[in-house]
């Protein structure tokens, strides 16, 4: 039986606000962390304003995630690249002791786990709005406007809301996830009030749609979400494309009521890749090993590399439905969805009008022309040999030097070109790599069957 929005949002309007005990863990952490950066600060002779920010601050974090934003705050004189040194190195002193990784966001800074909580210690600069010089020195003011904008309904319905992008793999800001970040779901109930009625705004987005909070005056290209404190910036572009259309297509349907929970289960489901067997014969995943970086320089990456090799085997007259990619930061698998995994022996090549005299002559001189003759657009035409029929020797070319031929990511074209190997789906469902299983699960992309639990 299905059950609306209300009912869906009664059962969890408790559950998605952590207990008092839990709000006691993670308020002793932000102390000890306040303190502790402190401490760093002076010992290193450093003169920094140190900032509670985030979800942390904005009272929008949810249970077992809470995570701490430490701001340190300079004076402007210090300046961008001050900062990364001078803010680095208390970071590094107040989370000693503890497990760290360098995240990068516009430049670096520091995530830390402390006692079970995730801490960020993030650098920026103490500037008055719209002197901004690096990303961070917003951050301190999203703060400032989030506190007075958001009661503690509003909050309920962030909370609602993230609960919701999590649940539906909408969430997370991180190049990883390219989703809604935690203040994009702030500003988005900021602006609505509520979870029902930003999703009866959302049902209608389009890709021209502008959502703001406060004035602004300039021309904006695209789907964008404003960010309050500096209009200038548009927050939606740090969104994938597609995951903005899901959230549409989601809110049209949760607004409809549904059989499943949208707070703990995902409507659209990945269908079974041994239920579509035949189709993995058109599944090819390139897997390779590579050295250790951080999650943010991979997927990255990967991202871009994938993205050469869809370019260039469309160029060379494969067709590529879908791709996907995934990492666990030593291997990484980008796998393609083939039309078919041969092409035509044969192709044509469209020159230049019959007027371009030199460009005609040079055309028609390429070692590749078998023939040639002219189109009724006056256009030369050469039918050559497709280079590579098959998709397994034309990625053997590839990856002798996948750099110069492809524009393969430095990174992890060292170990790319060392390792690589091709599998073709059957074969990839058979490995138990949990990394070539996350690829091959979503590049079909969804079951046809919706909200089906
Ligand atoms: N921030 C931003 N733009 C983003 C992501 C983050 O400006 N795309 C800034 C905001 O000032 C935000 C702060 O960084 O308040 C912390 O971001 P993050 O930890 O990603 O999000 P939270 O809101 O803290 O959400 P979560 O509960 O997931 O930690
Ligand atoms: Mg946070």
Redesign the pocket.
Known sequence: MKQDLRQWIAIHASDVTPNGEEKKKVQQVAQLMLSRCKVAAERLNEKVTIIL????A?D???PG?G?I?VFLAFDKAVGKDGLSVKGLKIAHEALAGYDVVTRY?EHPYLEGFVEGVRV?V?PCLNVKKGEWIS??D??PH??EY?SAKLNEGMKLQVRLL?RLMQTQRL???EIKVRGF??????VLIAKYGNLEELLKAASSWRNDTVISLEEYRQNVEGFAIL?PVDTNRN?AR?IAPWKVAEFIFLSRIILKGTKCDPFLQPLLDYPEPNDLSDLLENVFVLYFTHRKENEDTIWGELARSSQAIVRHLTQEGFEVLNHTYSSDLHSSAICLLLAGERIARLRSRTGPEVYRDKETDTFLKSSKTLTWFFSDDFRSRRIERSSFPDILHLIEFYMERPIERIGFSKGIAEGAKKSWKMMNGKEAMLTSDEVVKDAVRRVFGYSPAIDSC
């Open positions: 920010g985030g979800s942390y904005h929008t974090w949810l995630k995570d934003d966001a960020n993030v990303a961070a917003r951050s999203h703060t989030m993230k969430y997370g800001a970040s935690g203040y994009v779901c702030e960010d927050l740090a």
